[in-house]
Protein backbone atom coordinates (compact mmCIF):
# COMPACT_ATOMS: atom_id res chain seq x y z
CA UNK A 1 0.00 0.00 0.00
CA UNK A 2 1.22 2.94 -0.47
CA UNK A 3 0.32 6.64 0.36
CA UNK A 4 1.18 10.53 -0.69
CA UNK A 5 0.20 12.56 2.18
CA UNK A 6 0.05 16.35 1.57
CA UNK A 7 0.40 19.12 4.27
CA UNK A 8 0.85 22.73 4.82
CA UNK A 9 -2.04 23.87 3.22
CA UNK A 10 -4.01 26.70 5.25
CA UNK A 11 -5.33 30.66 4.76
CA UNK A 12 -2.88 33.05 4.11
CA UNK A 13 -3.10 36.76 2.61
CA UNK A 14 -1.58 38.39 -0.78
CA UNK A 15 1.33 38.31 -0.91
CA UNK A 16 2.29 35.97 1.55
CA UNK A 17 3.99 32.56 1.40
CA UNK A 18 2.95 28.81 2.11
CA UNK A 19 5.04 25.59 2.23
CA UNK A 20 3.19 22.60 1.47
CA UNK A 21 4.89 19.05 2.00
CA UNK A 22 3.75 15.74 0.24
CA UNK A 23 5.10 12.35 2.10
CA UNK A 24 5.51 9.49 0.49
CA UNK A 25 5.12 6.07 2.30
CA UNK A 26 4.83 2.33 2.56
CA UNK A 27 5.67 -0.24 -0.15
CA UNK A 28 8.27 2.10 -2.25
CA UNK A 29 11.06 0.60 -4.46
CA UNK A 30 11.37 3.81 -6.25
CA UNK A 31 9.74 6.95 -7.48
CA UNK A 32 10.43 8.67 -11.01
CA UNK A 33 9.12 11.98 -11.47
CA UNK A 34 6.92 13.87 -8.32
CA UNK A 35 4.39 17.38 -8.97
CA UNK A 36 2.45 19.17 -7.83
CA UNK A 37 -1.17 20.28 -9.55
CA UNK A 38 -4.42 22.46 -8.05
CA UNK A 39 -7.36 22.17 -9.05
CA UNK A 40 -9.85 25.73 -8.23
CA UNK A 41 -13.59 25.16 -8.19
CA UNK A 42 -14.93 24.74 -11.63
CA UNK A 43 -11.52 24.37 -13.53
CA UNK A 44 -9.61 21.45 -14.24
CA UNK A 45 -6.80 19.81 -12.98
CA UNK A 46 -3.39 21.93 -13.75
CA UNK A 47 -0.33 21.00 -13.48
CA UNK A 48 1.93 23.53 -11.04
CA UNK A 49 4.83 21.90 -11.12
CA UNK A 50 7.20 18.76 -11.48
CA UNK A 51 10.81 17.44 -10.78
CA UNK A 52 12.15 14.18 -12.04
CA UNK A 53 14.12 11.70 -9.77
CA UNK A 54 17.40 13.70 -10.86
CA UNK A 55 16.07 17.15 -9.87
CA UNK A 56 15.28 18.68 -13.49
CA UNK A 57 12.15 20.97 -12.32
CA UNK A 58 9.07 22.28 -14.90
CA UNK A 59 6.92 24.95 -13.65
CA UNK A 60 3.49 25.88 -15.28
CA UNK A 61 2.99 29.18 -16.26
CA UNK A 62 1.25 30.22 -12.90
CA UNK A 63 4.34 29.16 -10.92
CA UNK A 64 7.29 30.53 -12.84
CA UNK A 65 8.99 32.72 -11.03
CA UNK A 66 7.30 32.50 -7.38
CA UNK A 67 6.97 28.89 -6.62
CA UNK A 68 10.06 26.08 -6.33
CA UNK A 69 9.75 22.63 -6.10
CA UNK A 70 12.33 20.54 -4.37
CA UNK A 71 12.73 17.10 -3.07
CA UNK A 72 14.39 14.85 -0.44
CA UNK A 73 14.61 11.55 -1.97
CA UNK A 74 15.95 10.02 0.77
CA UNK A 75 13.45 10.76 2.97
CA UNK A 76 10.34 10.42 -0.10
CA UNK A 77 9.41 13.60 0.14
CA UNK A 78 8.61 16.52 -2.05
CA UNK A 79 8.08 20.57 -1.31
CA UNK A 80 6.60 23.33 -2.41
CA UNK A 81 7.57 27.14 -1.66
CA UNK A 82 4.99 29.08 -2.76
CA UNK A 83 5.54 32.96 -2.52
CA UNK A 84 3.80 36.31 -3.56
CA UNK A 85 0.58 34.41 -3.60
CA UNK A 86 -2.34 35.99 -5.11
CA UNK A 87 -6.18 34.66 -4.64
CA UNK A 88 -6.08 33.41 -8.19
CA UNK A 89 -3.32 30.64 -6.37
CA UNK A 90 -7.18 29.18 -4.19
CA UNK A 91 -7.28 26.05 -4.92
CA UNK A 92 -6.71 22.35 -3.56
CA UNK A 93 -3.25 21.26 -4.34
CA UNK A 94 -2.70 17.70 -4.74
CA UNK A 95 0.54 15.97 -4.85
CA UNK A 96 1.63 13.02 -7.64
CA UNK A 97 4.26 10.75 -7.78
CA UNK A 98 5.09 8.24 -10.26
CA UNK A 99 5.97 5.08 -7.49
CA UNK A 100 7.43 1.72 -8.37
CA UNK A 101 6.57 -1.13 -5.23
CA UNK A 102 9.11 -4.09 -6.49
CA UNK A 103 11.85 -4.09 -8.83
CA UNK A 104 9.90 -5.63 -11.78
CA UNK A 105 6.36 -3.73 -11.39
CA UNK A 106 6.01 -0.82 -13.65
CA UNK A 107 6.16 2.92 -12.21
CA UNK A 108 1.98 3.70 -11.58
CA UNK A 109 0.60 7.21 -10.99
CA UNK A 110 -0.75 8.11 -7.15
CA UNK A 111 -2.18 10.73 -5.85
CA UNK A 112 -2.46 12.59 -2.45
CA UNK A 113 -5.92 13.51 -0.96
CA UNK A 114 -5.40 17.33 -1.81
CA UNK A 115 -4.56 20.25 0.90
CA UNK A 116 -6.53 23.47 0.43
CA UNK A 117 -4.61 26.48 0.31
CA UNK A 118 -6.67 29.79 0.51
CA UNK A 119 -5.44 33.25 -0.62
CA UNK A 120 -7.35 36.51 0.76
CA UNK A 121 -7.40 39.70 -0.67
Known amino acids: QVQLVESGGGLVQAGGSLRLSCAAS????????MGWYRQAPGKQRELVAS???????NYGDSAKGRFTISRDSAEKTMYLQMNGLSPEDTAVYYC???????????????WGQGTQVTVSS
Open 26 to 33: GSIYSIND
Open 51 to 57: ITSGGST
Open 96 to 110: NAQIRTNWYAPHLNY
